[in-house]
């Protein structure tokens, strides 16, 4: 439903006021200019020109708007009650001890903490001179709106679960009243602009949406109860590998907050989860762009990733991903295949006799890669190439991407780090894929080099740490 400046003086007043006098959005376009430093060719000029044409911003006395200038608190509050069309209001007291009654928004600030709005400082002040930020300003609108419920979840990097502000940063995103910048943030604790205010509270108050870019994915955060660099510690002290890796290796590899969401390295947080349809044609191009790729083990096989990964549930980039980077393409020994005389015990037992594959690295711990990941092979079946791919997505899925537990590992990430089983215990992660700290990024580089070799541009479902 499209709110007008009255319907929502209704909403804070709780009186039924008419909506009549709304301005429809061609409406400022072909007003005269009101300011001088806002030309149409402005990318908020309609913005600026309804918040003129409303009565809610009158603009500096030398004619000039100033878009680019940061906005203040004070200004923010006497705009907000504008746009609530002015209520008759006598404040029967000082709500902050930095806005007394000689204050030029004293009324305007005033109404604000009647209201609820605002809520102003821990020591009492509202800083009325001070520029007010994005996070801040969202939570203006958020309350002045009613506080409505949002689903929990937004698509900024830089707003994790965790934010002050996160539900009212969330809901103003929803509601089509912010895209945020182009890379994937809403940079909270910067000051709003003027021009942007002006988009902000036209699309509060009209319901017109901001014409966002599409996004092509979206982003799940989970909350870690402890930093960082403790999770880099811990993985110190639990891992005897790690344990004479340098700290600031491991941390760089654990730390995502320089990574941004739509980049080739973000993929290490995609939902494996998550099919992205490619098919057996384009995984076979994806195997055919390396030499290792078309003289190796894996050549062709792009119909039994596709097959592996509908059966078990898994991304098909990820699943070739994976057998490239831990087989080299299918070069590898133990992708090429061990021959199996049948008499020899295996974990006490005998298996048929036959050629065995291990694709994936299964069982190729450390301290015996070759004889581990042949014992995992012939202990599981994979006497065959399709048994191996099949047999490996099934094993994949069942322990890490789909289990049931808690600890489920869907993500490359996850899958290395083990971080829900740390921040469910407090203590080290242990159940990991790969030793490797760069694991996933080698899996992640992988994986984008399979969507680009097939011209694919993947709709991704991110699910991220949000360490505190």
Known sequence: MVCTRRAIAGVLLGLALATAGAATPTGPAQAAQSFADVPRTHEFYGDIEWLASQGIARGWADGTFRPQASISRGAFAAFMYRMADSPAFAAS?????????????????????????????ADGTFRPE?????????AFLYRQSGSPATDGMTLFADVPAHHQFY????????QGISCGWSDGTFRPGQSTQRAAMAAFLHRFATGE?????????????????????????MQRQGSS???????????????????????????????????????????????????????????????????????????EAYLVAHAVLESGWGSSQLAKGYYYDGKTAVG???????????????????????????????????????????????WIAKNYVHRTDRYAQPTLYAMKWDYSRAAATGAYGWHQYASDERWPAKIAALMDRAYSTSGVSPRVRYIAPSYR
Request: charge should be positive; aromatic fraction near 10%; proline fraction near 4%.
């Open 209 to 233: 949406k901001a014409r966002c870019a599409a996004r092509t994915y979206s982003i799940t955060r989970v909350d870690v109860p402890f930093t960082v660099r403790q999770m880099a510690t």
């Open 93 to 121: 007291r000082q709500a902050f001890s930095d806005v007394d009654a000689t204050h030029p928004f004293f009324r305007e600030i005033s109404w604000l903490a009647s209201k609820g709005i605002t809520r102003g400082w």
């Open 348 to 394: 006490g037992k005998r298996y048929p006799s036959g050629t065995y594959y291990n694709f994936f690295g299964i069982g190729a711990v450390d301290s015996s890669s070759l004889s581990g990941g042949r014992a995992m092979a012939i202990v599981n079946g994979w006497n065959s190439r399709t048994k191996a791919i099949r047999g490996a997505a099934q």
């Open 241 to 315: 590998i790690d344990a004479k890796k340098q700290y600031e290796a491991i941390l760089a590899e654990i730390d995502p907050g320089g990574l941004q969401p739509g980049s080739p390295e973000y993929l290490r947080f995609a939902d494996l989860r998550q099919s992205t349809g490619l098919t057996s044609a384009q995984i076979n191009a994806f195997l055919a762009s390396t030499p290792l790729g078309r003289s190796g083990n894996l050549a062709g096989l792009g119909y039994l990733f596709a097959e592996a990964a509908a059966e078990t549930g898994l991304n």
């Open 167 to 174: 539900r009212e940063i969330t809901w103003m995103a929803q």
């Open 130 to 138: 001070e520029a007010i930020a994005r996070d801040a300003m969202a």
